[in-house]
């Protein structure tokens, strides 16, 4: 079975550090895009970037640009999203989700998507 | 940057015929997918490639793609099928993804 298992829900302090993981399984993860999306409480989707795990390419959102680092480890097959000092307005889900097959992202749908990460930031 | 239009919200009846429409400049010359999201779940993908549906999506679930329009169409609307929808494209001249601000289909 194809799915994508992602990191517990998490609550941190203005400030602290994250980093979040998404695990996939049931096929070949290092050929897959993964993408990361927000959803912030009673809002909709929005793209933060997708990451290919067979070299680690990496598209970023223009608004999440130098925001968040997406990382991959290609042989644990696990994507990660990181934080380096998080701040309230990070409060939201976080969805990993498979997008396209091969080293050039196109316009493939994201056809798995993980159970989500809820991410609570307060003081 | 191009940008995605749904409206907020359809209301219809169970029985009757869903349209959910995707507005963006020139979207019959892109590829539309299009995601459903119930309450509390993650979303899932009804419709690829503008009218292709995914294994296991009921043949109510349709889609079409034509000029500034992109269109999810459901019939015989049941009550399970209450959540939101969500258009999405690729912006090849950016290289970014696409969302729509989704649209929260009610059933009467």
């Known amino acids: 079975e194809v799915q994508l298992v992602q990191s517990g829900a998490e609550g941190k302090k203005p400030g602290e550090s994250l980093k979040i993981s998404c695990k996939g399984s049931?096929?070949?993860?290092?050929?897959?895009?993964i993408g990361w999306v927000r959803q912030m409480p009673g809002k909709g989707l929005e793209w933060m970037g997708s990451i290919y795990p067979g070299d680690s390419d990496t598209r970023y959102s223009p608004s999440f640009q130098g925001q968040v680092t997406m990382s991959a480890d290609k042989y644990i097959s696990t994507a990660y999203l990181q934080w380096s000092s998080l701040k309230a307005s990070d409060t939201a889900m976080f969805y990993c989700?498979?997008?396209?097959?091969?080293?050039?992202?196109?316009?493939?749908?994201?056809?798995?998507w993980g159970q989500g990460t809820l991410v609570t930031v307060s003081p | 940057s191009y940008v995605l239009t749904q409206p907020p919200s359809v209301s219809v009846a169970p029985g009757k015929t869903a349209r959910i429409a995707c507005g963006g400049d020139n979207i019959g010359s892109q590829s539309v997918h299009w995601y459903q999201q119930k309450p509390g779940q993650a979303p899932v993908l009804v419709i690829y490639y503008d009218s292709d549906r995914p294994s296991g999506i009921p043949e109510r679930f349709s889609g079409s793609n034509s000029g500034n329009t992109a269109t999810l169409t459901i019939s015989r609307v049941e009550a399970g099928d209450e959540a939101d929808y969500s258009c999405?494209?690729?912006?090849?001249?950016?290289?970014?993804?696409?969302f729509g601000g989704g649209t929260k289909l009610t059933v009467l």
């Open positions: 989700a498979r997008g396209g097959r091969g080293g050039v992202i196109s316009n493939d749908a994201f056809d798995m």
């Open positions: 999405q494209v690729w912006d090849s001249s950016h290289e970014h993804v696409v």
């Open positions: 049931g096929y070949s993860f290092s050929s897959y895009w």
